[in-house]
C-alpha cells in the first residue's frame, strides 16, 4: 500500500515538472527571434464585446514573409480593437492597419538585442530549473512523511532525483536550441 502512495506521488512528481517545461515553452515562444512566429501574439488579448479575448480567437493569423505577420479579424468590426491591443502590448511593434488586417513588420535584431534576448532565455531556463528543484523538493518532503522502510524511501528519492535530472536536461537543450536560434542572423 505505502509502495503504491510512493508510485502515485512520483507520477505527480513528474507530471508537475513536465508542466514547468511546458511553461517554459510558451516563455520561450514569445521571445522574438529573427523570424516572425504567430506564438508572439499569444499573449495579446482583444476586448472584443467588452471581453477580453485571446486574438487567435478573434482573427487569423498568418506569415506571409519571414519578416511579416499578418492578422485578419474573423469580424471587420474588431480591427480597431486589435490594432488597440498591440500597441498596448509590449511586443513594440507599430501595427500597420490596411482595412481588411493587420500588417506587423519585424526588424531585424540587432547584434546587441540578439545578445539580450539570449540573457532573457538564459533568465527564464534558471526560472524553469527553480521550479522544476521546487518540485522535487515538495515531492521529497511528500515521500518522507509516507513512512517507507529506509531502503525503499532511499530508492524512491534516487527515482525523484532522477526526474529531476531529466527534466533540467530537457531544459538545458531548449535553452541552447533558443539561444542558437536567437543568434542566427
Known sequence: MMNEQADMLLLEIEEKMEKSVHALDREYAAVRTGRANPNLLDRIFVSYYGVETPLKQVASVSVPEAQQLYIKPFDKSVLKD??????????????????????????????????????????????????????????????????????????YLEDIQTLTDKYVKIIDDKTKVKSEELLVI
Open 82 to 155: 486589435i490594432e488597440h491591443a498591440i500597441n498596448q502590448s509590449n511586443l513594440g511593434l507599430p501595427p500597420r492597419n490596411d482595412g481588411t488586417g493587420i500588417r506587423l513588420m519585424l526588424p531585424a535584431l540587432t547584434e546587441d538585442r540578439r545578445r539580450q534576448l539570449v540573457k532573457d532565455v538564459e533568465k527564464m531556463s534558471e526560472s524553469g530549473k527553480v521550479a522544476v528543484r521546487n518540485v522535487r523538493r515538495e515531492g521529497n518532503e511528500h515521500l518522507k512523511k509516507l513512512g517507507l522502510t529506509e531502503d525503499d524511501e532511499k530508492g
